[in-house]
């Protein structure tokens, strides 16, 4: 996937999430472990998304394509952008995967809260 779809796709989960209740705090933190696509506040809990654009013919799903390695980095990620803004630190945190399925005409949205723990 090229980054403008994968930008397009990040705006609809942010967006999504948004008439949820969400708060926007970031989006796409970039450090060196790697980066978070949505940083998100839900009624006072911390959560950190992955979004994953997904096909209808793919053979695995959204949880499964975030991998050992990546459930790592994003944790890693997380950890710095804590120590980057300490006020955060005293916050519950999640971390969320939320997969837009694309195929036959319409866009799916699987959101999968608490995906995976540190």
Not at 34 to 63: K, N, P, Q, Y
Not at 111 to 116: K, L, M, S, Y
Request: glycine share 8%; hydrophobic share 45%; charged share 30%.
């Amino acid at each position: 996937m090229n980054r403008r779809v994968g930008g397009r796709i990040e705006r609809s989960v942010e967006r999504y999430l948004l008439a949820r209740g969400l708060r926007l705090v970031a989006r796409n933190f970039d450090c060196r472990f790697g980066e978070i696509d949505l940083v998100m506040e839900d009624r006072g809990t911390l959560v950190f998304v992955e979004v994953r654009g997904r096909s209808s013919r793919s053979l695995c799903t959204a949880v499964e394509s975030v991998g050992r390695i990546k459930q790592a980095r994003l944790i890693l990620a997380a950890r710095h952008l804590i120590a980057t803004r300490p006020h955060l630190a005293e916050r519950a945190m999640r971390f969320d995967v939320v997969a837009i399925s694309r195929g036959h005409g319409d866009n799916a949205v699987e959101w999968i809260r608490d995906a995976f723990r540190p």
